[in-house]
Antibody
Framework: QVQLQQSGTELVKPASSVKISCKAS????????MHWIRQQPGNGLEWIGW????????KYNQKFDGKATLTADKSSSTAYMQLSSLTSEDSAVYFC????????????WGQGVMVTVSS | AIVLNQSPSSIIASQGEKVTITCRAS???????LHWYQQKPGAFPKLVIY???YRASGVPSRFSGSGSGTSYSFTISRVEAEDVATYYC?????????FGAGTKLELK
């Protein structure tokens, strides 16, 4: 069965960076798109971008250009998102989610990673 | 960016009642790229309806969707206690992909 297992809770300091992971199993990692979505406390959902692990192509929401960097390791079927220059505004839950095509529905989701930015 | 205006922002319904949520887009969207999610407290969102009207795997038949262009709707024909959640529409038609603000469904 398809599973997306995300890394654990992060407590990080302002101005630092964090890299969170999403390990995929149960499907062909390189033939599907992996998206990252942010949910700030008490708020709705924001799409950050996608990566196609088959060739490493990425597409970002312009809002997250320079903030988020998406990568993927085919050998371990793991997608990564690095967030840089962290501020309190980046405190949120970050989800990875799979889609078959760039604009198709996100049919499987990771459990989410809570990132808290605090000194 | 395409803005999705979802209404109402909250619904209080009785078990067995029919509820409908609307999602209006600021620009026309292909119906292939309009999707609906259910998110229960403390959980990740779950795909319920994809491409406007197709139920995702395992989703009960009381959930349905319709629409085209800039106007879409999501209906639960007979609300059950397990349907208490926040529902979001989402478009994958143009970058950036966007979500509606959500509709919180509670039971009376």
């Amino acid at each position: 069965q398809v599973q997306l297992q995300q890394s654990g809770t992060e407590l990080v300091k302002p101005a630092s960076s964090v890299k969170i992971s999403c390990k995929a199993s149960g499907y062909t990692f390189t033939s599907n798109y992996m998206h990252w979505i942010r949910q700030q406390p008490g708020n709705g959902l924001e799409w950050i971008g996608w990566i196609y692990p088959g060739n490493g192509n990425t597409k970002y929401n312009q809002k997250f250009d320079g903030k988020a960097t998406l990568t993927a390791d085919k050998s371990s079927s793991t997608a990564y998102m690095q967030l840089s220059s962290l501020t309190s505004e980046d405190s949120a839950v970050y989800f990875c989610a799979r889609s078959r095509y760039p604009g198709s529905g996100f049919d499987y989701w990771g459990q989410g990673v809570m990132v808290t930015v605090s000194s | 960016a395409i803005v999705l205006n979802q209404s109402p922002s909250s619904i209080i319904a009785s078990q067995g009642e029919k509820v409908t949520i609307t999602c209006r887009a600021s620009s026309s969207i292909s119906s292939n790229y309009l999707h609906w999610y259910q998110q229960k407290p403390g959980a990740f969102p779950k795909l319920v309806i994809y491409s406007t009207s197709y139920r995702a795997s395992g989703v009960p038949s009381r959930f349905s969707g319709s629409g085209s262009g800039t106007s879409y709707s999501f209906t639960i024909s007979r609300v059950e206690a397990e349907d208490v959640a926040t529902y979001y529409c989402q478009q994958g038609s143009s970058n950036p992909y966007t979500f509606g603000a959500g509709t919180k469904l509670e039971l009376k």
